[in-house]
């Protein structure tokens, strides 16, 4: 199946994917922030460029969109049927670069959390598990 945009039109839709600042990452950070968790947003100087960053308890955050990041929901496991093949590398090239991420910031002493997507739509354990950052 070919792709129903040409190159040019394709090319614009991709580039309008917000890499940050996206819904789900503004709905953690208004959760941190309610909490009482103050942060900086994609420190270029740790590896994986984190969405949040509370260096005082030394935690990185990535906020990752389900499709985008191969997740095992029902959205993260759907593959495109137009250019299957590159939405399938694509997708593999994602997860090897976050794992790498993730080891590069555990290995310099950093904890690791990552929030999917789908994970806002329970609200109160998203809440939860946010609150359970803060403790010691």
Do not use: Q
Request: charged fraction near 30%; include cysteine; proline fraction near 4%.
């Amino acid at each position: 199946m070919s792709d129903v945009y040409g190159p040019e039109k394709r090319s614009a839709v991709m580039r309008r994917v917000k890499g940050r600042g996206t819904g789900p990452e503004l709905a953690v950070r208004r959760l941190i922030w309610r909490l009482g968790g103050r942060y900086r947003l994609n420190r270029a100087d740790l590896p994986g460029k984190p969405d949040i960053v509370l260096a005082g308890r030394r935690l990185a955050v990535f906020v990752h969109g389900c499709f985008w990041h191969g997740h095992g929901c029902a959205r993260g496991a759907r593959i495109p049927k137009a250019n299957r093949d590159y939405w399938i590398a694509k997708v593999a090239a994602n997860r090897a670069r976050d794992a790498a991420a993730r080891e590069a910031l555990e290995a310099a002493g950093w904890r690791v959390e990552t929030v999917w997507e789908c994970e806002l739509n329970d609200r109160k354990a998203l809440e939860g598990r946010i609150v359970d950052w803060f403790r010691p």
